[in-house]
């Protein structure tokens, strides 16, 4: 035993609480698990020999208690007012308008948060040490599961910092993991007990349950992202309050953005949307809030909700079946995704044969093997995706599956992206990724290439006709006659439609080229700064990066492709061939973009609602970017003009509400010659 026993406890318990932070709030661990085990059983050790050293506080006091004898009602002294939820982008777009009209125009940031699928909780720190958890219960009264919120991990038993506030009320939501509820499923069956569930049901059974020592066997967690009472804090906006709070030791709900306009936020959940496979945890929605504190107070409440957040919820729709097989696809630029064969199964009104995996870490995360049954899960408009594996149904010694080392179309040694999560074949005469890039540089963002499907794409690639872009243009009619339902009029349509696509211009060939990070907006971006290909392919990385939307990323793949062998013989090709890099001329539109002079949409938000006679709506987007504008995707008060044409809907009215400008397809072209 140590020569002074409660020095080393003392420093024990500050290790631990260092590490906990690392793990829990900051996702950034610097030692494993099994280092971190040693502290715990080294401290665990000492206080058994110095009980009387034992304090409420100390991390051994996470393992439970003894059982309590029921729960209390215990009063919250601010009530756990219930948000209002929409489903609906026109209701959370009229949600917006009411705001901004209560807020008389003044500017507001906007927060987007996960909606945790947990259970509600209050957490009481005085003087920086936990004494009470409560459950939000009616909003009014809750239950006293200060016994049970001891043992969840992420709940610091003890605030960290200095100083620390007398009294904080933080509120968030304790939850479990996928992982863990496949771990405890697995034991359940071992004790040949029934399985859970979902995540949601445990946590709301375990955190109410009256002997502790069971809750802490399911390795409940936590995520804070509110405030109830406190004194003390220095934190006058929504997303300053989550650092402070972070300071004191406690995690914060993850990946948490603030925008200065509702439209961008609202573009930001369709993004989070479609990372939901990335979490180990499940959400039923997002939350939007006002940032400032004081524009919360401003705003108030009804009897029911605050008037200052929203939450955005989808369906979620989850089914279980059997994974037959995991096969993988190339990418148009090289990317080898894994996708699971399914036991078809009904979902969301649809039968469901297929699920992404996505990349080979989340395979080995999950432990996704063929032949396990696992839940697939839709949410919004989001392709299904794998939520996790039941294990305890695994039937025998299923083999890990072992993602391909080769290519499976060229053969080609795959590599992994530096610092990132994908696998990729490197060579550019890969006939799968070509035909890839033949798809996507056909498709009607990109060339709009009348009548070149995906059917003969893959003829067109398969015979060797189109090796490259350039082969596109070099294709004669006679030649397409011989080709599965080509005939000689559809043989002579399709290579005017080829014929017609070298003058879509710079913006379009830009964003058809499959150049990494090179979407519509980064190409009309390009395009609008340099007027054509050769100033482009004159800039530096440094001048590419510094051009607003650019950034250092996007500006290194740009210059990596125009310079590439692949690249520039891919221009030169292209350029002999007839196809238009400059910017399109526009009949009695001002080219004073294209000439480097400032656009008349220039720093201009528009947004276009309803059916246009003369304009698509990627046309007319390109057009705005062309002339210096943004094509924004809701209407706010932060926007310029609405072009409506038939059949508007929802965004013309919110714009009349807001006294937003309201133009037709004539009066567009108007204000851009005028």
């Given at each position: 035993?140590?020569?002074?026993?409660?020095?080393?406890?003392?420093s024990?318990?500050?290790?631990?609480?260092?590490?906990?932070?690392?793990?829990?709030?900051?996702?950034?661990?610097?030692?494993?698990?099994?280092?971190?085990?040693?502290?715990?059983?080294?401290?665990?050790?000492l206080?058994?020999?110095?009980?009387?050293?034992v304090?409420?506080?100390?991390?051994?006091?996470?393992?439970?208690?003894?059982?309590?004898?029921?729960?209390?009602a215990?009063?919250?002294?601010?009530?756990?007012?219930?948000?209002?939820?929409?489903?609906?982008?026109?209701?959370?777009?009229?949600?917006?308008?009411?705001?901004?009209?209560?807020?008389?125009?003044?500017?507001?940031?906007?927060?987007?948060?996960?909606?945790?699928?947990?259970?509600?909780?209050?957490?009481?720190?005085?003087?920086?040490?936990?004494?009470?958890g409560?459950?939000?219960?009616?909003?009014?009264?809750?239950?006293?599961?200060?016994?049970?919120?001891?043992?969840?991990?992420?709940?610091?038993?003890?605030?960290?910092?200095?100083?620390?506030?007398?009294?904080?009320?933080?509120?968030?939501?304790?939850?479990?993991?996928?992982?863990?509820?496949?771990?405890?499923?697995?034991?359940?069956?071992?004790?040949?007990e029934?399985?859970?569930?979902?995540?949601?049901n445990?946590?709301?059974?375990s955190?109410?349950?009256?002997?502790?020592?069971?809750?802490?066997?399911?390795h409940?967690?936590?995520?804070?992202?509110?405030?109830?009472?406190?004194?003390g804090?220095?934190?006058?906006?929504?997303?300053?309050?989550?650092d402070?709070?972070?300071?004191?030791?406690?995690?914060?709900?993850?990946?948490?953005?603030?925008?200065?306009?509702?439209?961008?936020?609202?573009?930001?959940?369709?993004?989070?949307?479609?990372?939901?496979?990335?979490?180990?945890?499940?959400?039923?929605?997002?939350?939007?809030?006002?940032?400032?504190f004081?524009?919360?107070?401003?705003?108030?409440?009804?009897?029911?909700?605050p008037?200052?957040v929203?939450?955005?919820?989808?369906?979620?729709?989850?089914?279980?079946?059997?994974?037959?097989?995991?096969?993988?696809?190339?990418?148009?630029?090289?990317?080898?995704?894994?996708?699971?064969?399914?036991?078809?199964?009904?979902?969301?009104?649809?039968?469901?044969?297929?699920?992404?995996?996505?990349?080979?870490?989340?395979?080995?995360?999950?432990?996704?093997r063929e032949?396990?049954?696992?839940?697939?899960?839709?949410?919004?408009?989001?392709?299904?995706?794998?939520?996790?594996?039941?294990?305890?149904?695994?039937?025998?010694?299923?083999?890990?599956?072992?993602?391909?080392?080769?290519?499976?179309?060229?053969?080609?040694?795959?590599?992994?992206?530096?610092?990132?999560?994908?696998?990729?074949?490197?060579?550019?005469?890969?006939?799968?990724?070509?035909?890839?890039?033949?798809?996507?540089?056909?498709?009607?963002?990109?060339?709009?290439?009348?009548?070149?499907g995906?059917?003969?794409?893959?003829?067109?690639?398969?015979?060797?006709?189109?090796?490259?872009?350039?082969?596109?243009?070099?294709?004669?009619?006679?030649r397409?006659e011989?080709?599965?339902?080509?005939?000689?009029?559809?043989?002579?349509?399709?290579?005017?439609?080829?014929?017609?696509?070298?003058?879509?211009?710079?913006?379009r060939?830009?964003?058809?080229?499959?150049?990494?990070?090179?979407?519509?907006?980064?190409?009309?971006?390009?395009?609008?700064?340099?007027?054509?290909?050769?100033?482009?392919?004159?800039?530096?990385?440094?001048?590419?990066?510094?051009?607003?939307?650019?950034?250092?990323?996007?500006?290194?793949?740009?210059?990596?492709?125009?310079?590439?062998?692949?690249?520039?013989?891919?221009?030169?090709?292209?350029?002999?061939?007839?196809?238009?890099?400059?910017?399109?001329?526009?009949?009695?539109?001002?080219?004073?973009?294209?000439?480097?002079?400032?656009?008349?949409?220039s720093?201009?938000?528009?947004?276009?609602?309803?059916?246009?006679?003369?304009?698509?709506?990627?046309?007319?987007?390109?057009?705005?970017?062309?002339?210096?504008?943004?094509?924004?995707?809701?209407?706010?008060?932060?926007?310029?003009?609405?072009?409506?044409?038939?059949?508007?809907?929802?965004?013309?009215?919110?714009?009349?509400?807001?006294?937003?400008?309201?133009?037709?397809?004539?009066?567009?072209?108007?204000l851009?010659?005028?």
């Amino acid at each position: 035993m140590p020569a002074d026993p409660a020095k080393e406890i003392a420093s024990l318990r500050e290790r631990i609480r260092y590490h906990d932070r690392k793990y829990y709030v900051e996702a950034a661990p610097e030692i494993s698990d099994r280092e971190y085990d040693l502290l715990v059983d080294r401290l665990k050790r000492l206080e058994q020999h110095h009980p009387e050293l034992v304090t409420d506080d100390s991390p051994t006091q996470r393992i439970g208690d003894e059982p309590v004898a029921g729960l209390e009602a215990v009063a919250h002294r601010v009530p756990m007012m219930s948000i209002d939820n929409t489903y609906s982008l026109a209701e959370l777009g009229s949600y917006a308008a009411r705001t901004e009209k209560l807020l008389a125009g003044e500017p507001i940031e906007w927060v987007v948060e996960l909606k945790i699928d947990g259970v509600a909780i209050s957490l009481l720190y005085e003087n920086g040490r936990l004494a009470r958890g409560v459950t939000r219960g009616n909003g009014r009264v809750g239950d006293d599961i200060t016994h049970n919120v001891r043992t969840v991990a992420g709940v610091p038993l003890r605030l960290s910092g200095d100083p620390v506030p007398p009294v904080l009320e933080a509120r968030g939501e304790i939850y479990m993991t996928n992982s863990d509820l496949v771990r405890l499923n697995q034991e359940q069956q071992q004790r040949g007990e029934a399985p859970f569930a979902n995540t949601r049901n445990v946590t709301a059974g375990s955190i109410r349950l009256l002997d502790p020592r069971i809750c802490a066997r399911r390795h409940l967690r936590f995520f804070c992202h509110g405030v109830g009472h406190a004194e003390g804090l220095r934190s006058t906006n929504h997303m300053d309050f989550l650092d402070e709070l972070a300071g004191f030791g406690l995690p914060a709900t993850p990946l948490v953005a603030c925008f200065d306009s509702f439209g961008r936020a609202v573009e930001h959940c369709e993004a989070l949307v479609a990372r939901l496979h990335e979490l180990d945890f499940e959400i039923d929605g997002l939350v939007l809030k006002v940032n400032r504190f004081d524009q919360r107070e401003r705003l108030g409440a009804t009897s029911k909700s605050p008037r200052w957040v929203i939450a955005y919820k989808f369906e979620k729709y989850e089914a279980t079946t059997r994974l037959n097989r995991i096969r993988v696809q190339v990418g148009k630029s090289g990317a080898v995704t894994p996708v699971a064969e399914l036991e078809p199964v009904e979902l969301a009104g649809t039968t469901v044969s297929r699920a992404s995996l996505h990349n080979a870490e989340e395979i080995a995360r999950k432990d996704v093997r063929e032949g396990d049954l696992v839940v697939v899960e839709k949410a919004g408009k989001v392709i299904p995706h794998i939520v996790r594996v039941e294990k305890h149904e695994r039937r025998g010694q299923l083999p890990a599956y072992a993602f391909p080392t080769n290519c499976p179309e060229c053969g080609a040694a795959l590599v992994k992206d530096e610092g990132g999560v994908y696998i990729r074949c490197p060579s550019k005469r890969c006939p799968a990724q070509l035909r890839e890039r033949i798809r996507y540089f056909a498709g009607r963002n990109a060339m709009d290439i009348e009548g070149l499907g995906d059917k003969l794409v893959e003829q067109l690639v398969a015979t060797g006709l189109v090796k490259s872009y350039g082969d596109l243009y070099r294709l004669q009619a006679e030649r397409l006659e011989g080709l599965e339902r080509m005939g000689k009029k559809s043989a002579a349509n399709l290579v005017a439609g080829i014929a017609a696509s070298k003058d879509r211009g710079l913006a379009r060939l830009l964003g058809a080229l499959s150049i990494r990070h090179v979407g519509t907006r980064v190409a009309s971006v390009l395009a609008e700064h340099f007027g054509s290909i050769e100033r482009l392919r004159s800039a530096s990385v440094d001048e590419l990066s510094g051009i607003h939307e650019i950034g250092p990323t996007i500006a290194e793949s740009v210059h990596e492709f125009l310079a590439s062998d692949f690249g520039r013989e891919t221009i030169e090709d292209l350029a002999g061939l007839g196809v238009k890099m400059e910017l399109p001329r526009v009949s009695g539109v001002s080219e004073g973009v294209a000439a480097g002079r400032p656009g008349r949409l220039s720093g201009k938000t528009l947004v276009v609602t309803g059916t246009l006679v003369k304009y698509s709506r990627d046309e007319i987007h390109e057009l705005i970017a062309r002339h210096g504008g943004r094509a924004a995707s809701s209407v706010s008060s932060n926007t310029d003009y609405v072009v409506a044409g038939e059949k508007a809907g929802g965004k013309l009215t919110k714009a009349r509400q807001l006294g937003v400008p309201v133009l037709t397809e004539q009066e567009f072209e108007d204000l851009l010659g005028g």
